[in-house]
């Protein structure tokens, strides 16, 4: 694909104007999945994909997976699978939204299977082989691109290369998208009945400690190229959002940044810190030990090194030849390189265990419950709106099947939806509006000629935010007043947004994403204000409120931007228990 | 993670800049292939998938992991067998089952 150059001038932008039935941002994995279901269920209708990169690799996916977190198994019940996940994520999950995703985990997944992903069996052949309570295990280096192909099949069009940058509204309803093709500069302005939206989760907002030279910017657990640009297009129309507070900040394999459940899972490693001390059965046995919600388990290393009892490890020197064998088959799988990054150093894992240590923390619906309030339709607070994976919140523990039981979700209400509705009326003040607010880094670039590079930008946001909004850094770690003082600068960086320049159509790229980044990060400070309490330690904790409070705080902290006044206004919803028992208890 | 591209290697067919989901491989005035960004890559291996020539790479950032430690793919129908030799030059090598047809 040839690469065009930046338009010079507003007249020089050429525009592709596409009608279509459902429109769905991002062809990830719970976008594809809206796509198949959505032609499954009526093939008259036109479903149009729109994705940044390109569909066979892209998201999460792109270097594939090697379980699937969530599979509910026969002897388990649906009942069970909420239990374990509020106890997960401490007692705070939608309870009516995980039910509903739930009742239809397991479809994609065994689809997957019928489309020629392998999953392992259990020796005697019946079941799938299981790595933990709800894992299955898979050899899913091309599962992306088996679902691109099966998504190819039905007929929908993909449109690859072209970054979402705004809704188009009609009033508060959603109408459609716009967006710009990072290969051939056109502006493209798709009208839709009904749109959904599915772009993942948000990484880079924060700095990662691996960033201390320039080959390792990236060297992040999330998929990078994912920046939040999905919350971003909602915040700026007003819609609600929920639970950003409670981020996504993981034990990582140390330096690499990558997956660690490979190993502690799949193969029941102990976490042991520089003494030895298995330390989730001696030092957190009281928080659940080995079964301790996810923010401990997360959280237990970081505070053994702030304890002095740093470095920690997952203890691999008593696996088996065998075994190790088959943990980087399993890595081959999922994230290819740590096989390189062990053999950088020489590694022999049954001599030297694996270092851990935190991530850098990520926005992402699929693990945590940060994301659009949706309702059990996955119907956003925006009229003609829908949202599934990593984008959707309020259902922490979703993972690959949810994400894409998600996407069947929220495929089946639009196809409902779009059935009583007619194309909205395009706005064309908007669209002028939109394509200056494109390409204006283009445009100063070539009429001013200096200014704000993205990647500047991005590391002043990054370090901001870990310094003063509980980085890794500052082991998650936040306080009132630098919290206040972080949004003191966003709102500067927001401000020097019109500095910005790009040289060419990925620059622009960059920009955008440093831009949508902002608008991100701005809603996930007044979370972390709003919430006086530390509920979740690592993942969220308060210095000035180290304890949990229920009376005030056992409630989802929601909020909406209003693009009239530019404040995020802060508000609560009630939790709504629909399974019975002690939320806390699996 | 920086790929390298093996410039007597690469034919210049633009498979690695059609997959790479940042962008980030270009062709350049003689068709080679190279990394706009190499600190923006996130070592999905994508592009040397997707290279038959063997051409691209991945390399471990030397602030993480030492030199020259290799992974190769080599991609076939059902499986990928890869190639993985450390710095001190031992190899290890696995058979990873990609479709179940
Ligand atoms: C390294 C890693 C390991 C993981 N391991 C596991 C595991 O072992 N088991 C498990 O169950 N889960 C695992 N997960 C989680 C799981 O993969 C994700 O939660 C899930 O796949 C997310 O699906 P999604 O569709 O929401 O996002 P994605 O699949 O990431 O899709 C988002 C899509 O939106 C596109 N996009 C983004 N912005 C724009 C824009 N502006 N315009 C157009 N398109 C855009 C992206 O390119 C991408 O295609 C892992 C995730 C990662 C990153
Ligand atoms: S895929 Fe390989 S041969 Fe083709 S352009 Fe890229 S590096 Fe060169
Ligand atoms: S490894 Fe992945 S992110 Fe890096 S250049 Fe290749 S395709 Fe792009």
Known sequence: ?586 | MPPVVYQDKCKGCGKCEEICPGDLMELDENKKAFCRAKRDCWDCMACVKACQFEAIETRIPYQLGYYPARLIPKMKEKEIEWTCIDINGKVDKFLVKTHNK
Not at chain 1, 471 to 484: A, I, S, T, W
């Open chain 1, 1 to 586: 694909m040839s690469r065009a150059n930046l338009p010079q001038s507003f007249d020089k932008i050429d525009e592709v104007r596409i009608d279509t039935d459902i429109l769905i941002i991002g062809a990830g994995n719970a976008g594809c999945f809206a796509a198949i279901e959505a032609k499954r269920l009526n093939p008259h209708l036109k479903v149009t994909l729109m994705e940044k990169a390109h569909i066979d690799r892209s998201g999460c996916l792109a270097g594939g997976m090697d379980a699937i977190n969530t599979y509910i198994k026969k002897d388990r019940t649906i009942e069970d699978f909420v239990r374990w996940s509020r106890s997960q994520a401490g007692g705070l999950i939608r309870e009516d939204l995980t039910i509903s995703m739930a009742e239809v985990l397991n479809k994609p997944i065994e689809e997957w299977e019928e489309w020629g992903m392998p999953i392992k069996y259990e020796e005697d052949g019946e079941e799938y082989k299981t790595r933990g309570k709800w894992d299955i295990t898979i050899s899913g280096s091309e599962m992306k691109v088996i679902l691109a192909e099966k998504t190819r099949q039905t007929g929908c069009e993909i449109i690859n290369r072209v970054v979402a940058t705004n809704y188009l509204m009609e009033g508060n309803k959603v109408i459609g998208a716009i967006g710009f093709g990072v290969r051939d500069g056109k502006v493209y302005i798709i009208r839709a009945k009904a749109t959904i939206i599915a772009t993942g989760g948000a990484a880079g907002l924060y700095k990662p400690y691996q960033n201390d030279g320039n080959d390792s910017h990236h060297q992040l657990w999330y998929a990078p190229f994912n920046v939040g640009t999905g919350f971003a297009i909602g915040i700026r129309q007003g819609a609600e959002m929920t639970t950003f507070e409670m981020r996504w900040c993981a034990t990582r394999t140390k330096d690499f940044n990558g997956p660690i459940d490979t190993i502690s899972v799949g193969y029941k490693t102990p976490m042991i810190n520089c003494k030895g001390e298995q330390i989730l059965k001696t030092r957190y046995a009281h928080l659940g030990g080995d079964a301790a919600p996810r923010y401990i388990r997360a959280n237990a290393p970081m505070d053994e090194w702030r304890e002095g009892r740093g470095p920690c490890y997952v203890d691999t020197t008593h696996m088996t030849p065998d075994q190790i064998h088959d943990m980087k088959y399993d890595y081959l799988n999922e994230r290819p390189s740590y096989v390189l990054f062990l053999a950088s150093r020489a590694q022999d894992l049954s001599k030297e265990p694996i270092e851990i240590y935190g991530s850098d923390p990520y926005i992402v619906g699929g693990h945590t419950a940060s994301g659009y309030w949706v309702d059990v339709k996955r119907a956003t607070t925006l009229p003609g709106l829908y949202a599934c994976g990593d984008v959707a919140g309020g259902t922490p523990n979703k993972f690959v099947g949810g994400c894409a039981a998600e996407g069947l979700l929220s495929a089946r209400a639009a196809v409902d939806y779009v059935a009583s509705v007619e194309q909205g009326i395009i706005n064309e003040e908007q669209i002028s509006q939109e394509k200056d607010r494109i390409f204006a880094p283009g445009f100063r670039h070539s009429v001013v000629g200096d200014g704000v590079k993205p990647r500047e930008m991005e590391e002043r946001l990054q370090r901001l935010m870990d310094e003063y909004a509980g980085g890794v850094h500052q082991f998650f770690r936040m306080n009132k007043e630098g919290l206040e003082y972080a949004l003191r600068n966003l709102k500067i960086l927001k401000d020097q947004v019109k500095y910005l320049i790009a040289t060419d159509l990925h620059e622009l790229m960059d920009a955008h994403e440093v831009i949508d980044r902002l608008d991100v990060a701005q809603v996930l400070v007044h979370h972390l204000m709003y919430r006086e309490e530390t509920r979740w330690a690592g993942w969220q904790t308060r210095a000035d409120f180290p304890e949990k409070n229920d009376q005030k705080f056992d409630c989802f902290v929601n909020s909406r931007y209003n693009p009239e006044t530019g404040d995020v206004e802060m508000f609560t919803r009630p939790y709504e228990q629909i399974i019975s028992g002690d939320r806390l208890k699996a």
